[in-house]
């Protein structure tokens, strides 16, 4: 029996998915990569649109059994001429630290529709000795998961975090007040925020 495919991306995905509104008419998967994620957001979502810069990883996407609520879109999240507060969730994992935070976080937050919810999965960069914790728990979950797992690393461009774990905590806090943000054990973060409704 073949061992299911996973990365420390993939198993989070679950987090984000929990976190969809509901109803939710239209999602924006931001950096979707080959759309494992905006795939299984078809199934909660009536619409649901991936974006992303690298046309490998779309050409991917676009090849596997999508459902026909699903539309990938080969192009700069920070420059597609969306219109303002048009979605209902937006998601994105590990593709928020490939362009300028700040910038990135304030365009989700207009993207969203009043009452809508951002959703992330992220990465940042450890700082020791204060994230030394975090490392020794994430190499023996990381050993763990191999066991039974099949390890595949997905084909987009990989760009290493330059801000710390602490760093992009206060940056979230600024633009996102109020955000729930909850450090992972496999070199990860998460961030869940509802836009207020007014």
């Known amino acids: 029996m073949a061992r299911p495919v996973w990365n420390h991306?993939?198993?989070?995905?679950?987090?984000?998915?929990?976190?969809?509104?509901?109803?939710?008419?239209h999602a924006l998967d931001v950096g979707c990569g080959v759309g494992m994620l905006t795939r299984q957001l078809s199934d909660q979502a009536e619409a649901v649109t991936g974006i992303d810069r690298h046309g490998h990883s779309i050409a991917e996407a676009r090849a596997q059994n999508n459902a026909p609520n699903i539309t990938y879109l080969l192009d700069d999240f920070m420059?597609?001429?969306?219109?303002?507060?048009?979605?209902?969730?937006?998601?994105?994992?590990?593709?928020?630290?490939?362009?300028?935070?700040?910038?990135?976080?304030?365009?989700?937050?207009?993207?969203?529709?009043?009452?809508?919810?951002?959703?992330?999965?992220?990465?940042?960069?450890s700082r020791l000795p204060r994230d030394i914790v975090y490392e020794g728990m994430g190499a023996v979950a990381h050993r763990l998961h191999k066991i039974t797992k099949e390890h595949r690393q997905h084909p987009s461009p990989v760009l290493e975090p330059t801000m710390s774990y602490a760093e992009i905590r206060a940056v979230i806090e600024e633009?996102?007040?109020?955000?729930?943000?909850?450090?992972?054990?496999?070199?990860?973060?998460?961030?869940?925020?509802?836009?207020?409704?007014?």
Request: include cysteine; glycine fraction near 6%; charged fraction near 15%.
């Open 79 to 125: 420059t597609h001429p969306f219109e303002l507060g048009s979605f209902d969730a937006i998601t994105s994992v590990a593709a928020l630290h490939h362009m300028p935070v700040r910038e990135a976080l304030g365009r989700m937050r207009i993207l969203l529709r009043p009452g809508g919810t951002l959703a992330l999965v992220e990465i940042a960069q």
């Open 9 to 25: 991306n993939t198993h989070y995905q679950r987090l984000i998915l929990r976190a969809l509104p509901s109803p939710c008419h």
């Open 175 to 198: 633009e996102l007040p109020g955000a729930h943000y909850r450090r992972l054990v496999l070199w990860r973060y998460a961030v869940v925020w509802q836009k207020p409704s007014s």
